[in-house]
């Protein structure tokens, strides 16, 4: 192999190593995306499970008189909840669009790693081959040379 090829294979090695880097941060990158979709998602899940607890309490005092601070208090808590419900589900649309960017961001970075690993296997494979053609090269003339000599053995090796 000559020094040139070397580097050249050395290079792409590096390269790919750098790629291949990428490609893992662009996984966690996306793995802390989805995480926080999933987050999101739970608060919003914990913050409907709290307003039906709140509505099935109201609905369980049936025909009862309830004083007004326990209605006021329940409108008021209803009003905090379905204002957080507003902002989790803001933070969900925006941590589902970042999820999206980091999906393409992987797919993009992969695509890349493939196509380095391919030309790095092809240099490889190509570098491969012509050593071995080399060597076999450097074997025929040995024995094209072990055969002159038995023909001609005045001329020495």
């Not at 961001?105 to 081959?129: A, N, V």
């Amino acid at each position: 192999m000559t020094p040139v090829n070397r580097q050249r294979l050395q290079r792409l090695l590096r390269l790919l190593d750098y790629r291949r880097q990428r490609t893992t941060e662009a996984q966690q990158q996306l793995a802390a995306a989805t995480h926080l979709v999933l987050s999101w998602e739970a608060q919003l899940e914990r913050l409907d499970q709290t307003r039906y607890l709140l509505g099935r309490n109201v609905e369980r005092t049936g025909g009862q008189v309830i004083e007004p601070a326990l209605l006021d208090a329940s409108a008021v808590y209803l009003r905090w909840l379905n204002e957080q419900t507003e902002r989790a589900q803001d933070h969900l649309a925006v941590a589902q669009v970042e999820e999206a960017q980091a999906r393409d961001r992987l797919l993009t970075e992969r695509k890349e790693e493939r196509k380095i690993e391919r030309l790095y296997d092809r240099w490889s494979h190509l570098l491969h081959r012509h050593m071995q053609q080399r060597e076999l090269q450097q074997l025929d003339e040995a024995a094209l040379q072990r055969y002159r000599a038995q023909i001609n053995p005045e001329e020495g090796v």
